[in-house]
C-alpha cells in the first residue's frame, strides 16, 4: 500500500508529522488500520484520543493512482454520523422546555422520543433512492432535495411494522429544528455545537481542502469519482463534513456533561440519538457510524478523555466491518 502517513500528535498542543516507509511504520493501531482499508478502500484516516494525547494516523491515497498520502487531518463526508449531532440539539430544546420528548410533532401520532430512537415506523427514504448498483445514483448526484421532498417519498410507503432505522426520522428532526428555532438546522447545529463554518454544506457541492477523495465501485473492477455531490441528499440525517479531531472533540463535550443536561444525556446514552457498542473489554462505548456516498465514518468514545474517529473513502470495496471493530476496541479497550 503506497501513500503511508503517520501523524503524532504527543500532547494537546504539540504535533509531530512524518512520512515513512510500511516497513518502519511507528505507533499502536498501524496494522488494525491496514486491515481496514486491505479489500479494496483507497484510504484511510483515524485519530485516537487518549486522555491528552492524540495520534493520528493516514493510511493509502489521497487520490487514486497518484501515490499522495492521505491526510489524517483532512476533512470528509461523516453521513449518519450526523445523526449524533441532530440529535444532540433536539435534546438541547427538550432540556429548553421547547418541546418534550413525548409531545407528538409529525403525522398525528409520532413523538419527538420515536424519531430520535428509529421507533416511528417512517418508512426510510433511502431505500427509495437508486442505490443499488452505487453508480445508479450519479445522474441524481447534483439535484437539490427539498427535506419535505425526501419525506414525501417515505410517505408514499407503508409504514414499517415492526419499526426500524429510518434516515426519515432524522430528516424530521431537521424539520422540527427549524420550526423550533426559526433558522435552518444547519445553522443552527453548528451554533449551539460550535462546529466550524461549512460543517453543514446545504447544497455546497465541493469539500475544503485538505480531503481524500471519495469513490464507489463501478462493478467492473473500476472505481466513480464520487467526491462532488450535492448532499441535500442526505440532510439532517447525513451531510455533515467534518474532520476526526472535531467529532473526538464532540465527544468529549456530549459526554462530559457540557452540552445536555444530565436528564436528556442519559436519555442519548440509552438509544436516542446514539449507538452503544459493547466492547471486547467489557466497556461500553457510544457514538455513531454512518455512511455517505463513496465514504464510511465512526466516532465512538468511552468517556470524555478516549475517543476514537475513523473515516475510509471506498474504492473498488468498503472497508472490512470485522476490521474496524478490531480498530474501534483495540483503540479503547488498550489502557
Not at 65 to 75: L, M, S
Not at 158 to 171: A, H, K, L, V
Not at 209 to 223: F, I, N, S, T
Not at 282 to 301: E, I, K
Request: hydrophobic share 40%.
Amino acid at each position: 500500500m503506497s501513500g503511508r502517513t503517520i501523524t503524532a500528535l504527543i500532547a494537546a498542543a504539540a504535533v509531530m508529522a512524518a512520512a515513512v516507509p510500511a516497513a518502519a511504520a511507528p505507533g499502536p493501531f498501524w496494522d488494525d488500520l491496514g486491515a481496514v482499508v486491505a479489500g479494496g478502500p483507497t484510504g484511510a484516516l483515524v485519530q485516537v484520543r487518549d486522555g491528552h494525547s492524540r495520534i493520528s494516523l493516514g493510511i493509502g491515497e489521497r487520490k487514486r493512482g497518484t501515490g499522495e498520502d492521505v491526510d489524517p487531518t483532512g476533512w470528509f463526508r461523516a453521513g449518519s454520523v450526523t445523526k449524533m449531532m441532530t440529535a444532540t440539539v433536539v435534546l438541547q430544546l427538550v432540556g429548553e422546555h421547547r418541546v418534550g420528548l413525548d409531545d407528538v410533532v409529525f403525522g398525528g401520532d409520532i413523538t419527538v422520543r420515536q424519531l430520535l430512537g428509529h421507533t416511528s415506523g417512517l418508512y426510510d427514504y433511502t431505500r427509495t433512492l437508486p442505490l443499488s448498483p452505487p453508480s445508479a445514483f450519479l445522474p441524481l448526484r447534483w439535484k437539490t432535495w427539498a427535506p419535505q421532498e425526501l419525506v414525501d417519498r417515505a410517505l408514499a410507503q407503508p409504514r414499517q411494522d415492526p419499526p426500524g432505522y429510518s434516515s426519515t426520522d432524522y430528516i424530521v428532526l431537521g424539520m422540527l429544528i427549524e420550526r423550533l428555532t426559526g433558522h435552518p438546522y444547519g445553522k443552527e447545529i453548528e451554533r449551539r455545537l460550535h462546529l466550524r463554518p461549512g460543517s453543514f454544506p446545504g447544497t455546497r457541492t465541493r469539500l475544503p481542502e485538505p480531503h481524500a477523495q471519495a469513490y464507489l465501485p463501478d462493478g467492473d473492477g473500476d472505481v466513480i469519482d464520487i467526491t462532488e455531490m450535492n448532499p441535500s441528499v442526505m440532510g439532517a440525517a447525513g451531510e455533515l463534513v467534518t474532520d476526526a479531531t472535531a467529532l473526538n472533540d464532540h465527544l468529549a463535550a456530549l459526554l462530559g456533561g457540557r452540552l445536555l443536561r444530565p436528564a436528556e444525556l442519559t436519555a442519548m446514552k440509552s438509544g436516542l440519538g446514539l449507538e452503544v457498542r459493547t466492547l471486547t473489554c467489557g466497556r461500553t462505548a457510544f457514538g455513531h457510524s454512518g455512511d455517505a456516498l463513496g465514504a464510511s465514518a465512526w466516532s465512538f468514545a468511552t468517556d470524555p478523555d478516549h475517543a476514537i474517529t475513523l473515516s475510509v473513502t471506498w474504492g473498488t470495496g468498503r472497508p472490512s466491518n470485522a476490521a474496524v471493530t478490531k480498530l474501534i476496541d483495540d483503540a479503547l479497550c488498550r489502557r
